[in-house]
């Protein structure tokens, strides 16, 4: 399985730090935006393979979605959404262009869905990197339970 990227974009720096963390995998880079028009700045840099939109009032509303090119609205979007948009009509997002927009009420969802679109097949297993100083069979038995 080749390295996925996700892009998430909310002006709430402590909430958008909180929810990197919690989709952070081995495979998964995840970057961090205040907008989603920060995303696609320098889009010959990096590849996204989904993106995670919290809307605010007054900061990231829906209206800055439809703003997009046409190429960025392929890639799948996860809407994350809270106290300020309780409810978004998935329906009206779909008929501007985008092909799969997902909503989601809490992060665990939000990697729900992200699982789901990046690994349908599941994670790979954890690389299992070897210490990098070999342990001596001394050390090991000092290490070691001692007898009663």
Do not use: W
């Not at 696609?40 to 900061?59: A, G, S, T």
């Not at 349908?120 to 990098?132: F, I, N």
């Amino acid at each position: 399985m080749n390295y996925k990227t996700v892009f998430i974009a909310d002006p709430v720096r402590s909430e958008r730090i909180q929810l990197a963390k919690f989709l952070s995998e081995e495979i998964i880079t995840v970057i961090t935006f205040i907008s989603i028009n920060d995303c696609f700045k320098r889009p010959d840099l990096i590849n996204c393979d989904l993106i995670v939109f919290v809307p605010r009032k007054d900061k990231n509303e829906i209206k800055h979605l439809f703003n997009l090119k046409k190429k960025y609205r392929q890639i799948p979007i996860i809407l994350l959404l809270h106290d300020d948009f309780s409810d978004i009509n998935l329906v009206e997002i779909s008929e501007n262009g985008f092909a799969s927009p997902y909503k989601a009420l809490n992060f665990e969802k939000v990697r729900e869905i992200m699982l789901g679109c990046l690994a349908p097949d599941g994670l790979p297993a954890r690389t299992v990197v070897p210490h990098p100083v070999p342990i001596t069979d001394e050390v090991q038995a000092a290490l070691s339970p001692r007898p009663k």
